[in-house]
């Protein structure tokens, strides 16, 4: 079965920094991977998702990185801001399978 | 559009006692998932429907737990008996298709006391 871990339980940043969440999988047959970010009483909403014939895709602020060969993927925020504070979440897929999610990184932003 | 909306928004019910939490998925959405989060951790599989077939329950407790998804839109997911173990929240999620992003609802906080 599918492993996804955090390296970082929390992070703690100073507003207009970037922030860099990560994530491990284990299975190399994973082939789809999506941030979540979660608020405290609401669920999971997507931020951003990867397919793994692509290494990099940004958004707006966001960037997702995949690295396939160490299997690895991270979130970059830039220029964080308070209403980034949140628990994020990557979830792996694998073919057809369910999506996996890992323990989760709470990130503080202080002004 | 509306996202997937779950009921009810919290629940507190005594060991023992049944209950049962609904969604309704983004319109036109296939795949509908049932995960529990406990506190603190990330959500974790019960089932995953692609329209109204059960394809993943592997993780559902089936001594307890109970799920449907009649017409393959609404889904209902029943504990009978609840035990003290089961307080989390339980969290709904749609997407078009299997390996594509899934939309969560606000979820079901539960207290079994």
């Known amino acids: 079965g599918e492993s996804v871990g955090l390296h970082l339980p929390t992070l703690s940043v100073q507003e207009g920094d970037n922030s860099i969440i990560n994530c491990a999988y284990s299975?190399?047959?994973?082939?789809?991977f999506i941030w979540y970010k979660q608020e405290s009483g609401k669920g999971p909403q997507f931020i951003i998702d990867?397919?793994?014939?692509?290494d990099k895709r940004q958004g707006q602020r966001v960037t997702v990185l995949l690295n396939k060969t160490v299997k690895h993927l991270s979130l970059q925020i830039a220029a964080t801001q308070p209403g980034d504070s949140a628990v994020y979440f990557c979830?792996?897929?694998?073919?057809?399978?369910?999506?996996?999610f890992g323990k989760g990184t709470m990130l503080l932003v202080s002004p | 559009e509306a996202g997937v909306v779950q009921s009810p928004r919290y629940k507190i019910i005594e060991k023992k006692q049944p209950v049962a939490f609904w969604c309704n998925p983004i319109?036109?959405?296939?795949?509908l998932y049932w995960y529990l989060q406990n506190l603190g951790q990330g959500p974790e599989l019960l089932i995953r429907?692609?329209?109204?077939?059960?394809?993943?329950d592997s993780q559902l407790p089936k001594d307890r737990f109970s799920a449907e998804r009649l017409k393959g839109v609404d889904s209902t997911l029943k504990i009978q008996p609840a035990e003290l173990g089961d307080s989390a929240v339980y969290l709904c999620?749609?997407?078009?298709?299997?390996?594509?992003?899934?939309?969560f609802g606000q979820g079901t906080r539960l207290t079994v006391v």
């Open positions: 999620a749609s997407s078009l298709r299997g390996n594509t992003e899934a939309f």
């Open positions: 299975n190399s047959a994973s082939d789809y």
């Open positions: 990867i397919r793994s014939n692509m």
């Open positions: 979830a792996v897929n694998s073919g057809y399978s369910t999506l996996t």
């Open positions: 319109s036109g959405h296939n795949t």
């Open positions: 429907y692609e329209n109204e077939e059960a394809v993943d």
